[in-house]
Structure formats: C-alpha cells, structure tokens
C-alpha cells in the first residue's frame, strides 16, 4: 500500500522497513539464542536517465509517471519495495532540484500522502544543511491515525538537473529498524 501510495504522488515517494532479530532465551541451558531472519540481499538501482543509484533491500519496481509543476510537465519516476512491515521509495524528478525550496516539496509531499491515502501525514525534526556541496532536507515522519501509527524519515536533495527523494515508512513499533534502513538507502545513493 505505501509504495502504490507513493506512486500515486509522482512528487514524492513513501515507505519502507527492514527484519529485526528476536532473542529468545533457551530455558533449558539458560542461556539466550539468537533468532535472526534470512539475510536480505541488497540490490542496486540504476536511475538510467539521470544514473542517480541507490541500493534497496531486495529488487525494487519503477513507475514512471508526468507530473504537472506550473503547468509544464516533469519527468518523474518512483522506485520502490514493499516489505511486510512498510516500504522504502525514492523518486527522482527531471528538473532543478533548487525550483522550489525544499521545504515547500516537503509540504506538496505531506498533503499529497493525505489526499491518496485519507491519512495525515506530519513531518518534524526537520533539518536542512548540506550534503555533498547540496542542499538537503532531512525530516522524520508521522502519522497517528489509526491502531497502529506509522514512523517513517526522508530526505529530499535538490541536484542541479533533478530533485531527489528517499523515503520509508512503516508501523511506529520499527521505528530502530525503520531508521537503520533509511541510512543505508542514503549511504548507498550516489548522485553523479
């Protein structure tokens, strides 16, 4: 659902998570086991267009999409995975990541998510500093509607020819899981 979500956004992306290990103490020895999911391979995507990459925890989809920005089109495409727990996207849109600031696309983001979806989606501990010689924006992301809350974080980079998002979001429970992940999608993103 995040993913298809994030799809439908086109200026945006959404979602993610990743496995946690479970201790469970053996009675018997007493002592404590470790029970740790299958390893998750992660994968490489290529942005062909822009050959922006970024590695996902398992093979992720593109979407491609038009988007309307003051009423000229903007290329944009949207790759994501779905896991059981949440989602990891990121998005890159053709055309200067400085257009708007930085802030604005994160608000555009936060009401289109609640336009597709019916639920709010807030930002906070909203950060902007550079990475890189760009101008990045980092915030995490919440929405408390519901039985189960939802926690997520993205960064938005504004590239000279592309803006750029990375996304996950997943129940509030993942939150350690959830943030691990979304640095290892910004560790592996390279933007030539």
């Known amino acids: 659902m995040l993913f298809s979500a994030s799809v439908a956004l086109a200026t945006g992306g959404v979602p993610a998570s990743a496995g946690a290990e479970t201790a469970a103490p053996a009675p018997q020895l007493n002592v404590t086991a ?18 922006i990459t970024i590695e996902f925890p398992g093979k992720a989809t593109v979407r491609k999409a038009t988007v309307s920005i003051d009423g ?33 696309n994160l ?35 919440t929405s408390e509607t519901g039985s189960n ?22 129940p509030e429970s993942m939150e350690k899981a959830l943030e691990a992940m979304h640095e290892r999608l910004l560790d592996s993103l390279r933007i030539p």
Do not use: C
Request: hydrophobic share 40%.
């Open 34 to 51: 470790v029970l740790a999911e299958p390893a998750v391979e992660w994968v490489k995507t290529t942005d062909a267009p822009s050959g």
């Open 72 to 104: 000229k089109p903007v290329e944009a495409r949207v790759y994501g995975l779905d896991t059981a727990d949440g989602g990891a996207s990121f998005s890159v849109h053709d055309m200067p990541g400085d257009r708007y600031p930085l802030e604005d």
């Open 107 to 141: 608000q555009r983001f936060l009401e289109l998510y609640m336009v597709n979806t019916a639920e709010p989606l807030e930002s906070s501990d909203v950060r902007k500093h550079t990475v890189d010689g760009r101008s990045v924006l980092d915030a995490r992301l």
């Open 149 to 170: 809350p939802a926690v997520g974080f993205t960064r938005l980079i504004a590239d000279d020819d592309h803006l750029v998002q990375v996304i996950v979001l997943g």
